[in-house]
């Protein structure tokens, strides 16, 4: 018999003496095992401990061992419940691709369906807005059409009625074409024998000063009359700027009073304010001279026995409307959390001379930016740390300001003695004519206090023409109802670098201590 046999493995579980025999034979028509006893040197042949006797009849194993024969059992019936499982598993698994793939297929259907959806909807709106423009613009095309063949009608029935005998093609004059407004209130105010008290209260300034303001603005504001309409005159163009800029009212209401159109309210203000900026500012509001400068010196040592200083710094916020872009550079944590309110501003910076006009201005940095960066942002910053505009003078600022070889801030650290003390009393006094002056400002100028229907890229423009106009009136001398000034919200927080100049340490020290050793310290500290 040439056919091959397989090795026969025996397995020995720990514990059992009685070893198991797994035989794995290919059928066949006789076989004789051979009674062994021991352990085989690497033959082929079923081993076992004991006596074992097998009868071979048609290619079969008859085992007579009934533990044998159990274990047989046993591991085919295990063997069935495995690949009864494994069935079962590729089946369910079967199952839920085919649910997975008609899903999917599902799907793409649907959003086929839903993408030619929509794509015929877009294209019937489109043509529904295209066939709704063309209408709009032939309707538009004929109402012009008509409404110029009547004005010439008119204009041409105007003619001959004023002149039967003349030609009625020559002479002729077109029809202006403005809305008739009532402008009583402001005819009321411009006539002569309106109250100067109403006057003042209205524009913030005396009559005087509002006509020297008109007749300087006249060449830069005057506009001329044209074949449609005639041009509104220079007094009633700089009346209305200043009644919006002073009582912060909505352009709806400049319309009302004026007798004017809103958007040429909006126009009108821009243009004088632009006007102000232009003209009025080189004259208004530049840097002292030499002599000047002595003077500014002067008075404040009297005010604060503190010797050089040319002007008083201070910072203050302008809310406005979230702007569309950068939204988070504007937007202002502090006053957020005082007024329970989300707020964005804008930054005004000025420096101040005892009388409260402001000798510098840097205007428009977003609100959220410290004060001592919009001080680095400044020109006068620039110019003062090349050298050439403060050498060897002060300009007092507050805690958000840093110490530098021409800025002199307060003492901000705790437990301080009673020279730096007396500094900061005498500082203060310095500081509150800037607070004053600002408040006066705002107060003048009440769309400074409200969210103004301005433009961002405008703002500054608007700013600065209400700077200069407080300059022009401190400086004449207009007087401003104590009711109406403003109240100032110190927004300063210390800076991390608050002390950036060693000679400017050293100069403080001795400022602070000659105040309190030569009697200029008062008591009020103590």
Not at 252 to 280: M, N, P, Q, W, Y
Request: glycine residues 6%; charged residues 25%.
């Amino acid at each position: 018999m040439n056919q091959t046999i397989p090795p026969i493995q025996t397995k020995t579980p720990k514990g059992n003496r009685e070893p198991t025999l797994t035989c794995s034979l290919p059928p066949m028509n006789a076989a004789v095992f051979r009674e062994t006893s021991g352990v085989g040197n690497g033959s082929d042949d079923c081993e076992d401990d004991g006596e074992e006797s097998s009868n071979v009849y048609d290619g079969e194993v008859e085992t007579t061992d009934p533990i044998t024969k159990t274990k047989k059992e046993l591991k085919g019936f295990f063997t069935s419940l495995l690949l009864m499982e494994e069935a079962h598993d590729k089946h369910d698994q079967e199952s839920s691709d085919l649910d997975s793939r008609r899903q999917m297929l599902d799907f793409q259907s649907n959003y086929r369906k839903r993408a030619r959806t929509m794509s015929d909807y877009y294209s019937h709106l489109q043509d529904y807005y295209t066939d709704a423009d063309e209408t709009s613009r032939i309707t538009r095309n004929k109402s012009r059409s008509v409404a110029a063949a009547s004005a010439a009608v008119v204009a041409g029935s105007d003619q001959e009625n004023s002149n039967p005998g003349s030609d009625p093609g020559q002479g002729q004059q077109r029809r202006l074409w403005v809305k008739d407004r009532s402008g009583a209130w402001w005819e009321e105010c411009s006539h002569e024998d309106y109250p100067e008290e109403d006057f003042k209260r209205a524009f913030r300034m005396s009559r005087s000063t509002f006509e020297a303001i008109c007749e300087e603005l006249n060449s830069a504001v005057a506009k001329e009359d044209t074949a449609l309409r005639n041009a509104i005159p220079v007094r009633q163009r700089v009346a209305a700027c200043i009644w919006r800029l002073a009582t912060g009212e909505p352009l709806r209401l400049v319309s009302k009073k004026f007798g004017l159109g809103i958007s040429t309210c909006h126009k009108i203000v821009l243009e004088v304010c632009k006007a102000i900026k232009d003209v009025l500012m080189p004259k208004y509001l530049q840097w002292p001279d030499d002599e000047a400068l002595r003077n500014i010196t002067e008075e404040f040592e009297s005010i604060s026995g503190v010797p050089n200083i040319v002007g008083s710094m201070y910072t203050t916020h302008v809310p406005i409307v979230a702007p569309k872009i950068s939204v988070s550079m504007y937007f202002n944590k502090r006053h957020t959390e005082r007024n329970q309110k989300t707020s964005y501003s804008i930054t005004i910076q000025a420096v101040v001379n005892p009388k409260g006009v402001f000798t510098d201005l840097c205007i428009g940095w977003p609100g959220s930016m410290p004060d001592d960066q919009v001080l680095e942002k400044s020109l006068l910053y620039q110019r003062a740390s090349n050298g050439g505009l403060l050498n060897g003078m002060w300009v007092v600022g507050g805690k958000g300001h840093p110490l530098l070889d021409w800025v002199l801030v307060p003492y901000t650290q705790k437990n301080l003695t009673w020279a730096q003390h007396a500094f900061n009393e005498n500082i203060g006094t310095v500081q509150w004519v800037a607070k004053e002056a600002f408040g006066r400002l705002k107060g003048r100028w009440a769309c400074l206090q409200k969210r103004t229907e301005v433009k961002l890229q405008d703002l500054p423009t608007v700013l600065g023409a209400c700077c200069v106009l407080h300059n022009i009136c401190e400086i004449k001398g207009e007087n401003l109802d104590p009711g109406l000034v403003a109240q100032v919200m110190d927004d300063e927080v210390v800076p991390e670098n608050a002390l950036r100049s060693v000679h400017a340490v050293k100069a403080r020290d001795t400022i602070a201590h000659n105040l309190l050793h030569h009697g200029r310290a008062g008591t009020s500290f103590l």
